[in-house]
């Protein structure tokens, strides 16, 4: 039999574990746990400048302008999910949220993802409403987008559809998970307009 372990707020997980609340000492050198000097976030940190001679840090900025956030159009977003060949499913599996890494191909009104017997999508995912969202994202400018696609999924009885996508994940996948394009949104994140 299963234990279910519960969160109790109103009983601390380990009574001796309790975050110290009090004052900071007002001597760094009498503080237990405390360092002795101020910790900046470009202290030790790869591409931050040394410190002058003159005294002090030479503050380096790795800023990013905000970007702009711009809505997608269904068709927009249905050209990006071409281009994207892996993105997660979402769905439930025994009445908890799950999400798997998944190859997806857009056909016709539909996202084809390849499943192999026995698999989670196979006992989870078939004949519900799911999720899929992919994206692209770049971590230095801060721009890409982001598509999510909610429907109800069926399994593809045809043989091998010619749009379904070869699967990275080892093992033979010869069945199809279609999902329903019912709900598509998606954003964009592009350089702010000054």
Not at 23 to 51: F, K, Y
Not at 139 to 165: K, Q, Y
């Amino acid at each position: 039999m299963a234990v279910i372990r519960t969160f109790d707020p109103a009983r601390p997980a380990r009574p001796d574990r309790r975050l110290d609340r009090s004052a900071p000492s007002a001597d760094p050198q009498n503080a237990p746990g405390r360092p002795n000097r101020l910790v900046t976030s470009t202290d030790h940190q790869p591409g931050s400048a040394l410190p002058a001679a003159t005294g002090g840090p030479t503050p380096v900025t790795n800023w990013v302008p905000e970007p702009d956030v711009r809505v997608l159009d269904r068709a927009e977003c249905l050209q990006l999910l071409a281009t994207a060949p892996i993105g997660q499913l979402v769905f439930t599996y025994q009445a908890m949220p799950d999400i798997l890494p998944v190859n997806v191909a857009v056909a016709d009104d539909v996202l084809l993802i390849p499943f192999s017997d026995g698999s989670l999508i196979e006992r989870a995912a078939r004949n519900t409403v799911v999720a899929f969202h992919a994206d692209r994202i770049d971590e230095i400018t801060h721009l890409g987008w982001s598509v999510t696609v909610v429907g109800r999924s069926f399994e593809l009885r045809d043989d091998a559809p010619a749009d379904r996508p070869q699967s990275w994940m080892p093992g033979r996948h010869d069945r199809t998970l279609a999902v329903a394009l019912e709900r598509v949104t998606g954003r964009r994140l592009v350089p702010a307009v000054k």
